[in-house]
């Protein structure tokens, strides 16, 4: 009987301290030093060269901040002199002329390669105009039994969705309004992977009913019919899962800028990788393209450790203490004792 309660009493310790193991057994990401990396794989000429060619290219802006880059991980350059040769080219004339005109351009079209032409996109999303254009585009595509583009179509319904929200919530759901633009204008300018699109897809088609939609819409006439249908066919409750990615794009939005964002949407294929690069942007803020240009994803590996060590030493103990009770109670020695 003793032996019978010994051994349920070890059966019952080594089944907990099993349970805590698998708890235990997670590993904790640790991003790598990326200045050492950076310093490691990319020597001075590299930089030299790019702004060379971005001087030669008049890419003021590009040439500027990788200048701006190679000053932050002190190479030694001849600052002075890049610095004037792209100052005489930043002209007030030349900037201005360019800037309303990519501005426009982005307004109007939904795209833009630069900060000021996806200014003008992002201002197109957020008044509303740019979703419901991209979606009355899509919407016509469908109607003349042309192939559509699954997912501009759901970010634009959900981005109308999300307007009317952002008013009605006193502006708490613009976060991911933003970041739903800045999602949408990644895939318009050929920035996002197929993977990383397919699981957009996934997650935004369960906030808005495409079929709905079209059902909805076969009444309207114009774009403010398109809108109303749009809204009716969008379901906030379902905004959870693509809610997360929007508010992550946004954040990292935030810590570069729009047009910085929108470029580093390009290293993504997962979920993980916007979480990545999320994370490096909240430590190397505006310097976060420039690495990821240089370094490509290789910026983004870290070291896996695991969590929690000593509770995952003490479990092992237990289990294998446990487990050598467990063993001792059930199959007790068979040998006699000799006189």
Same mark, same amino acid.
């Given at each position: 009987m003793f032996r019978i309660l010994w051994l349920l009493i070890s059966l019952v310790a080594f089944t907990y301290s099993l349970l805590q193991l698998a708890d235990y057994w997670e590993y904790e990401e640790v991003p790598s030093n990326v200045e050492e990396k950076f310093k490691h794989n990319i020597q001075a000429t590299q930089l030299t060269a790019e702004i060379e060619r971005l001087i030669q290219n008049d890419d003021v802006d590009e040439a500027r901040y990788?200048?701006?880059?190679?000053?932050?991980? /002190?190479?030694?350059? !001849?600052?002075? +002199?890049?610095?004037?040769? $792209?100052? &005489?080219l930043d002209t007030f004339e030349h900037r201005t002329k360019k800037n309303i005109t990519d501005f426009v351009d982005g307004f109007i079209s939904g795209k833009g390669n630069n900060t000021v032409a996806i200014a003008g996109a992002v201002g197109a999303d957020?008044?509303?105009?740019?979703?419901?254009? !991209?979606?009355? &585009?899509?919407?016509? &595509?469908?109607?003349?039994?042309?192939?559509?583009?699954?997912?501009?179509?759901? #970010?634009?319904? $959900?981005?109308?969705?999300?307007?009317?929200?952002?008013?009605? +919530?006193g502006g708490t759901a613009a976060p991911v309004k933003v970041g739903t633009s800045?999602?949408?204008?990644?895939? &318009?300018?050929?920035?996002? +992977?197929?993977?990383?699109?397919?699981?957009?897809? $996934?997650?935004?088609?369960?906030?808005?009913?495409?079929?709905?939609?079209?059902?909805? +819409?076969?009444s309207a006439s114009d774009l403010r019919g398109i809108k109303r249908a749009a809204s009716q066919a969008f379901n906030p409750r379902a905004m959870k899962s693509l809610s997360e990615l929007a508010d992550q794009a946004n954040h990292i939005?935030? #810590?570069? /800028?729009?047009?910085?964002?929108?470029y580093l949407l390009k290293y993504v294929e997962t979920a993980d990788d916007l979480r990545r690069i999320e994370k490096l942007a909240s430590k190397q803020g505006k310097y976060t393209k420039g690495i990821m240009k240089f370094l490509g994803k290789s910026a983004l590996r870290g070291t896996k450790i695991l969590k929690r060590s000593i509770e995952l030493f003490i479990s092992l103990a237990g289990l294998v203490l446990s487990g050598i009770f467990v063993v001792y109670f059930m199959f007790p020695s068979t040998k006699k004792k000799s006189y």
């Open positions: 990788t200048l701006e880059l190679a000053h932050h991980f /002190s190479y030694p350059l !001849d600052y002075a +002199s890049y610095r004037q040769r $792209i100052d &005489k957020f008044t509303v105009v740019g979703d419901a254009r !991209d979606l009355y &585009k899509e919407y016509q &595509k469908h109607q003349a039994g042309q192939e559509v583009d699954e997912l501009i179509i759901t #970010l634009s319904g $959900i981005g109308i969705g999300l307007t009317a929200a952002t008013i009605g +919530s800045v999602l949408k204008l990644a895939s &318009k300018t050929g920035r996002l +992977s197929r993977r990383f699109t397919q699981e957009l897809i $996934i997650r935004a088609e369960k906030a808005f009913d495409w079929n709905q939609f079209i059902r909805l +819409s076969q939005r935030k #810590l570069t /800028s729009t047009s910085d964002a929108i």
